[in-house]
């Protein structure tokens, strides 16, 4: 049972991308000290923490794996840069097969409740209850390209540039990497002249709804899709509500699951 519930979580085309990205172990010169893990075992109790939402304590022994163990870990590969690293090689393989759409990018926030720790502030729509938002820039399909997690009180629109800037150079089945969409398109949120402008001198054409020009109804012909992406990453329920004592964590929970969400498109 608990075979075939890793190999879900974690099937072989995936540990082949996220295995050489993992710092190895070094034994001590002294000897002694605790032996190396199954890091295999600790990346699969780590996705389900993410897919399940269970507490980090309520971690199944059935993985084989010591809870501080798989914490300690998880905080290892956070500073190590590992979940951005495996995110960005699962776009490289969907580039290199042209099946990213660079025609558009899409730009939507969703906010998450938080109980406590660093990038939370009053939510505006939330009754003023501490929060943090959850931004994802996808391209024109809805795969996740940047994913970002600042204050829930940090207004939308300052979220376009850093997002945009962040974009990631992703090979191309033909020609040089490419970091660079047709089109931004974003909801009235991120309607301001300089973000038009901003766009624009990088080349990128501006398709952000107009305050009291454009209506609902004509939206609804693009953001469904990175609506679905964000329904997609409420999937993972250990986003739903945030528990995470340091920001960067809860970035890295993110970035694995736009990762994971990449994947399966990979693999379809």
């Known amino acids: ?50 897919t399940s939402g269970c507490a980090w304590r309520h971690l199944p022994p059935s993985f084989g794996v010591s809870v501080p163990t798989a914490h300690r870990r998880f905080t290892t590969w956070v500073k190590a840069g590992v979940f951005d690293e495996l995110h960005r090689r699962v776009l490289d393989r969907l580039g290199a097969d042209g099946d990213l759409g660079w025609s558009a990018a899409i730009l939507d926030a969703a906010h998450v409740r938080a109980k ?12 003023g209850k501490n929060g943090s938002n959850i931004h994802i820039l996808s391209d024109a399909d809805g795969i996740p390209l940047v994913t970002a997690v600042p204050s829930a009180n940090t207004h939308d629109s300052v979220m376009l540039q850093p ?34 402008r901003r766009l624009r001198a ?7 709804a107009r305050r009291g020009v454009d209506s ?36 890295s929970l993110l970035q694995l699951a736009a990762a994971l969400t990449s994947f399966k498109t990979l693999t379809k």
């Open 1 to 50: 049972m608990v075979d075939a519930l890793s190999s879900r979580l974690v099937p072989d085309a995936l540990w082949e991308i996220v295995e050489p990205l993992l710092p190895g172990f070094r034994a001590r010169p002294q000897g002694g000290g605790r032996a190396a893990l199954d890091d295999r075992a600790v990346f699969t109790a780590i996705v389900y923490v993410l």
């Open 116 to 127: 406590r720790g660093s990038l939370t502030g009053p939510s505006p729509v939330d009754r």
């Open 163 to 196: 997002m945009v800037a962040a974009i990631p150079a992703v090979r191309s089945r033909r020609g040089p990497c490419r970091r660079r969409p047709g089109r931004v398109r974003a909801d009235k949120g991120y309607d301001y002249p300089a973000h038009r």
């Open 202 to 208: 990088r080349g990128i054409v501006p398709r952000i």
């Open 216 to 251: 609902s109804e004509r939206l609804g012909r693009y953001p469904w899709k990175i609506e679905r992406t964000l329904a997609w990453q409420s999937g993972y329920r250990r986003l739903t509500m945030r528990y995470e004592r340091h920001g960067e964590n809860l970035a």
